[in-house]
């Protein structure tokens, strides 16, 4: 019989033994042994039904393809821009994905995007060779403009997000910023500069209590506190603006593969021949044949 060992969001260490048997699955950070499952990493376990994750308390960001990040502009190339990734791979922003406006040879490079700009951008491909190439070509991608950037770690982003960007939802409700969170742990906020401030306070609290139970209550009480609001926590608006491109960093737990039963082949029977019925032969008489 399948038992739980641990209690989800719980801190685990590598060669810990989170599950016994064989209805649990492994995930990122977990691996089957037998039939137990072991963490290889220090984290926080995540249950999600029959599939069990660790989520790294600390690390580098990783580049993947179709992640939505923050970079910076580090450098102006002759086909487009080098754009820091807070991670160990730099970005390549080429010219035909910047922008849907046709930019001719010669053209003068910073009129988009200039040294030290910070831009949204979806991760389009990532060699073997971890070269990254990036797009700002889409909904919500764009450079942008004012407001503070704050750097988190990278793995606490979905807690930062919440499930179905609740938690983001929540402080862009109370403090009324726009906040757009980077898969890559850069974040961009942008409001009122008392706001501002409230909002990095909580962000950076998130960050530190990611593996307490009880985040979002605590959280909820400490906006109440800071802002003398009522805080209602609401169901998420998919797509608005300012929304968090980070949604995807929680990634979905896969689901398990359960193969269709088999069907057993059942030769159809073989129908019985029946000859057709003989037609009778009519002789035709030609003109001009004896009878």
């Not at 994750?53 to 502009?73: E, F, M, Q, S």
């Not at 073997?128 to 750097?151: A, C, E, F, H, M």
């Not at 969170?181 to 998130?206: D, F, L, R, S, T």
């Not at 530190?208 to 906006?223: M, Q, R, V, W, Y």
Request: charged letters at 25%.
């Amino acid at each position: 019989m399948s038992k739980l060992l641990v209690k989800n969001k719980e801190i685990i260490v590598p060669g810990q033994v989170v599950a016994e048997g064989m209805d649990y699955l492994p995930s990122f950070g977990t691996y089957r042994l037998k039939d137990k499952i072991l963490a290889n990493r220090l984290g926080v376990v995540m249950i999600d039904g029959k599939v069990i994750k660790a989520i790294p308390l600390a690390g580098r960001y990783k580049p993947r393809r179709n992640d939505t990040i923050i970079g910076r502009v580090i450098d102006i190339l002759m086909s487009g821009w080098r754009v820091e990734t807070n991670s160990p791979y730099s970005a390549v922003l080429p010219l035909q994905d910047a922008s849907f406006d046709y930019i001719k040879k010669g053209t003068d490079l910073t009129k988009y995007f200039g040294l030290d700009d910070y831009v949204v951008a979806k991760i389009t491909n990532v060699t073997s060779q971890n070269l990254v190439d990036i797009s700002t070509k889409g909904p919500g991608l764009r450079k942008l403009s004012g407001g503070r950037i704050l750097y988190v770690n990278t793995h606490k982003v979905p807690r930062i997000i919440g499930k179905q960007g609740s938690m983001v939802s929540m402080i862009k409700d109370t403090t009324g910023c726009k906040i757009t969170v980077g898969q890559n742990g850069i974040v961009w906020i942008q409001g009122e500069p008392a706001m501002e401030i409230i909002a990095v306070e909580v962000i950076k609290k998130i960050e530190d209590e990611s593996h307490i139970p009880g985040l979002t209550d605590n959280i909820k009480a400490f906006l109440e506190k800071k802002t003398g609001k009522k805080v209602v926590i609401s169901k998420p608006v998919e797509n608005s603006e300012g929304n968090s491109y980070s949604e995807s960093a929680e990634r979905p737990a896969p689901k398990p593969f359960v193969r269709p039963a088999h069907k057993p082949f059942v030769k159809p029977a073989p129908k019985p021949f029946t000859k057709p019925a003989s037609k009778p032969v009519q002789k035709t008489q030609v003109k001009g044949d004896k009878k």
